[in-house]
DNA sequence: GTTGGGATAGAACGAACGTTCGATAGCCTG
DNA sequence: CAGGCTATCGAACGTTCGTTCTATCCCAAC
């Protein structure tokens, strides 16, 4: 259960490019669909080979997941540390660096958004604290941004999910060759999430609502 | 390839207990973790009798799509026809819509955006055929609402990737014990995306962007 | 030059998979 | 009651799965 990482010191870079084809594959043909033979295959291991390196194929996927999360948190508190106070630029901070991640790695982005429950209790915990400490970040800043303007009506919570839908829905859409980069995707969803926040969750509507009678509650 | 619904008059029950027993167990284990085993045990039907109602694994899975994804488009459709020709009011009824039909079925919306692509060209074509449609009607809106407000800025692609990745997500977050209902998150979530769409991307920006000096092209 | 362990692979294991075969009921029609 | 059709099943088929067993190779240390 162990990072494999950490028992073999000279193996890094060979566990490495396992990893990374694995990444490929799963991307390819999803957790379940995908098979060992595939990837010995791919990396050019044996079958048996490969169990050299790490313990289950479920440790594979979870070895994957760990990495990016933990990337991506690293990233995110070391960027966050030297930045502003202001709840508006640090969440167009956070937004631009999840987004810079995932469109450089798309397949990895695909493996932890669309395998995000393939792990079983003794992996899936593991990744599910990281995932928590990234989603608390982002749900602080929100609760900043709800003071500081008095958004009354904004729930927290789900407008944080409302955003990480958004972004992380990008990998079933994105085409590079027709989409804008990294750094425009997150200005437009910044601007479209802040503007959102900012202009529907404060005082009164500025916009009518549905035009039916079914006004339920919507605050927090 | 074509529908078994039609090829035997009488078993529309049964298929239609199959059907459902299928969603519940690809909902829980995936497409390609679930087996026919499984279906077999849940629904109280033989292995081999079970084959008497469709032709193969993937039939299952393509009739399952293939009946949300007609429902869903039927209702919207219908809802459409007899509405108001103002742009806004028929997007905030396309995400009722929408979000009406998942939080009722959310087995079903689970396998139709989770295994969006399981299938396979012959039965992949139709599907992405019903799902091209019902993406254009909310694309088609939001040309009208972005002629009609002058938002010269809107990207309307990215704008209904962007509603529909809040929309979608939501089968891995949603809990209904603990998050407002259908309606309310319809009203939430129309809020956010028209009060982002309206306030951020007409003339000038109304807040200031990354604060880095990338500024890439944000328009269409 | 022997030795010992890290690194590798061929072959096999048992289990599970999707699917099919052949048989058997029940039932309506003639 | 004979014949055919619908609906159903137990058993099996051939394949693929994740994993392991065992043997080998390589190279540094003694």
Tied chains: 1, 2.
């Excluded at 566990?15 to 010995?40: M, P, Q, V, W």
């Excluded at 540390?81 to 956070?94: K, M």
């Excluded at 927290?156 to 999910?161: H, N, P, S, Y």
């Amino acid at each position: 259960m162990t990072a494999t990482l950490q028992r073999r010191p000279a193996a890094g870079n060979k566990l490495d490019h396992i990893l990374s084809c694995a990444t490929r594959i799963f991307c390819e043909k999803g957790y379940e669909g995908a098979s060992i033979r595939d990837l010995s295959r791919r990396s050019g291991v044996s079958l048996a080979g490969l169990y050299y390196y790490f313990e289950s194929k479920e440790e594979l996927l979870y070895l994957i997941q760990k990495h990016c999360f933990t990337t991506l948190l690293a990233r995110l508190e070391e960027e966050l540390g030297s930045a502003p106070r202001d709840p508006e630029a640090r969440l167009r901070l956070l937004i631009r660096n999840h987004l810079g991640y995932f469109l450089q790695n798309p397949e990895a982005m695909k493996v932890l958004a669309h395998e995000a429950d393939s792990l079983t209790p003794p992996y899936a915990r593991q990744v599910a604290d990281i995932k928590r400490s990234y989603y608390r970040i982002c749900r602080s800043i929100l609760d900043d941004l709800k003071r500081q303007r008095k958004l009354r009506r904004l729930n927290t919570r789900l407008a944080v999910m409302s955003l990480y839908g958004m972004m992380n829905w990008i990998y079933t859409w994105y085409k590079p060759r027709l989409d804008p980069d990294a750094d425009a995707l997150a200005d437009h969803m910044s601007d479209l999430f802040l503007g959102g926040i900012l202009a529907g969750a404060s005082g009164s509507a500025r916009w009518p609502r549905s035009r039916n009678g079914r006004r339920r509650a919507l605050a927090a």
